[in-house]
Structures are given as C-alpha cells and as structure tokens.
C-alpha cells in the first residue's frame, strides 16, 4: 500500500484540478470519484491476473503469458507511454507552481526540475526510494496542513454550512454528461501508477490474495483522499471560469485560503497589540 501511495503520490489530483474542473464545468470531485469505481474494476482485474500469474512484470506478464507472447511485448512497450507522460507531467506542473515563488522563465525550471527527476534515478533505487519516502511524508504534511487552513477559510466567510455542499458533486447549472464524460477520462489520470503493486507478485507474501486487496485498497484511497482536496477547492474556488492559470489553479485555490489565513493572524495581531 506505501509503495502504491509513494509511486501514485497523495497530491496527484492536484495538476490536473483545473483542466478537469474546468472541462466537467465544474465537477472536478464528481469526475474523480466515478474514475475511482472504474479504476477499482481494473484494479480488480489485476489482482485476478496476479492471483492466476504472480510473477513480476503486471500488464507485460499477463498478456504475453495469457495471450500471446508477441502481444506482450507489444504491451510492455505501451507501458513505457506511462513513464514518459507522468515526469513530463511532473516537470510542466512542477516548474509552473515554481514561477509563482521565484519568477524565473518557464524553460529554465522545467530543465531545472527535469535534471533533478533524471539525478535521482541514475543514484540508483535506494536513493530513489529515500527521496519518494522524504516527499510522501512532506506531501502529506503540506495537505494536511492545506486542510486546516481551508476549513479556517471556509468556517470565516460562510460559516459551518460551507463545508458541506452538494454543488461540487452536482450543479444543475452547468452539469453536463458530455462534459462528465471528457472531464473522467482525464480524472483517470490521478490513479497512473496503481498497477505498479502487480510488479511485486514476486517479492510480498500471499501474493494470490495480498496484491488484489492492495491495489484495490490503493485506488479507494486515493479516490477518497483526491476527492476531498477537490471538494475544498470546489468550495474556495467556487468560479471554474475564473482560474489565473489553468494548468496551476490549485495553487491559486490554496494561496486563496492562505491569504485569508495570513490576514486573520495579522488582524488578530494588531488586536493584541492594540489592546
């Protein structure tokens, strides 16, 4: 299950909260949430798969010993499509959040952070799961943090009944099942990773049963923590159409409620003082 939650990563709902709030009109935690029961069946398929072959090598393994030898290659090459697209995801989301703290030019963070992701895998698997294991634990902090702050806000300017709010779910205004349909296809997104629990078919006990239940397990945690750090940001950004930057409106959401948070402690400082 760490494993699972150090290669998925706490935070993965967070790049693409805009694009899918935005594309879903404003059903971002909707969106999550029904890609979480699909992934959860795919999740399921995987654990039958590792049940009937538990060897390393998931998608690769089950195809090329199920099928067709040649048809696992093919699918092995496939996956290489997912090790690509997740850092260059990570490197474009990273160096944009990273220009709103120093302002340097986008080409410059993104070779910047591209270096740092490649340094930490050619030091070798130890390190590498040093550095995931140091970020998990600072990514929960962070969110942890995150949602204190946005009860705060939301406790502040509507009261208690903010936190609870059927329009990030549903919107009649806006709901669309077209746009639904565009916004879960790419929610799918923040589960990339979950299958990697099958490549330890060869190394945890009992994998017949242990890798169905903790990849399963993974996705409904992950669906169930994403959807929570979506539903706060649906309630502190209520407007998708408003967002300064798309591809970083989380960071925009979280500056939202920090700001106000800063500001109280100032006023509440200035009290004291006055008093």
Request: charged fraction near 10%; hydrophobic fraction near 50%; charge should be positive.
């Amino acid at each position: 299950m760490f494993y699972g939650i150090v290669i998925i990563q706490p935070t993965a709902p967070l790049p693409s909260f805009g694009i899918v709030n935005v594309v879903s009109r404003g059903h971002a935690v909707t969106a999550i949430l029904v890609a979480m029961v699909a992934m959860m069946l795919t999740a399921l398929s995987y654990g039958r798969m590792a049940r009937a072959y538990p060897n390393a090598g998931s998608a690769y393994t089950f195809v090329g010993r199920e099928l067709h030898p040649n048809l696992g290659l093919l699918t092995g090459w496939s996956i290489a499509l997912d090790y690509i697209l997740n850092p260059t995801i990570g490197v474009i989301w990273c160096s944009k959040a990273a220009m709103n703290i120093v302002p340097l030019p986008f080409f410059a963070w993104a070779m910047f952070f591209a270096a740092a992701f490649a340094t930490v895998n050619l030091l070798g698997i130890r390190m590498n799961a040093r550095t995931n294991t140091i970020m998990t634990i600072g990514m929960f902090t962070v969110l942890i943090t995150f949602f204190v702050v946005a009860t705060g806000y939301l406790w502040d300017h509507t009261g208690i009944s903010a936190l609870f709010s059927s329009l990030p779910f549903y919107n009649p205004a806006t709901f669309s099942w077209g746009a639904m349909r565009t916004g879960t296809s790419i929610a799918v997104l923040t589960y990339m990773g979950f299958d990697s629990i099958s490549t330890l078919s060869e190394d945890v006990k009992n994998p017949e049963r242990n890798i169905m239940l903790a990849t399963v397990s993974l996705c409904l945690v992950t669906g169930i923590l994403g959807g929570l750090e979506v539903y706060a940001g649906q309630l502190i950004w209520p407007n998708f159409r408003t967002y300064p930057d798309i591809d970083t409106a989380f960071v925009a959401v979280a500056g939202r409620a920090a700001s106000s948070a800063s500001s109280n402690r100032n006023a509440t400082r200035r009290a004291t003082t006055f008093c």
